[in-house]
């Protein structure tokens, strides 16, 4: 049995300090894996592998050699010259809350949420 996708994890917390969680965060990748492999029209599936060596998320199979990455889509602004006056009038707590939603699976449900 799968265990559940914690929509409230945060990668960082199991990705090595420093890095990348897109890239190193073993847990973001089982749920990758999970949520993109999936029964196609045709009646095949495509079963995302996550132990090909030098490759993030990878299928082989009659469809193809296909390799997949990941990355977030949801900017962080930290750093951004032209914005640094706005990050500037934001509470520590509201960025490092939206820190934290950026490194969820669910980020995009909790911005709209939260943001909306």
């Not at 993109?36 to 299928?59: E, N, V």
């Not at 010259?81 to 809350?97: A, H, K, N």
């Not at 995009?108 to 949420?113: E, I, Q, V």
Request: a positive charge; charged letters at 25%.
């Amino acid at each position: 049995m799968r265990k559940p996708i914690d929509t409230n994890f945060d990668f960082r917390s199991d990705a090595p300090p420093g890095t990348d969680p897109d890239k190193t965060s073993p847990t973001l990748r089982r749920y990758h894996a999970a949520l993109w492999s999936r029964p196609l029209p045709g009646g095949g599936m495509f079963i995302l592998d996550i132990g090909t060596p030098g490759r993030y998320l990878s299928h082989r199979s009659n469809l193809g050699d296909f390799a997949m990455s990941s990355d977030t889509c949801v900017p962080g602004y930290l750093g951004w010259t032209r914005l640094e006056t706005t990050v500037r009038g934001v509470s520590d707590r509201e960025l490092q809350s939206f820190q934290r939603l950026r490194y969820t699976i669910g980020k995009h449900a909790d911005l709209a949420k939260h943001h909306g």
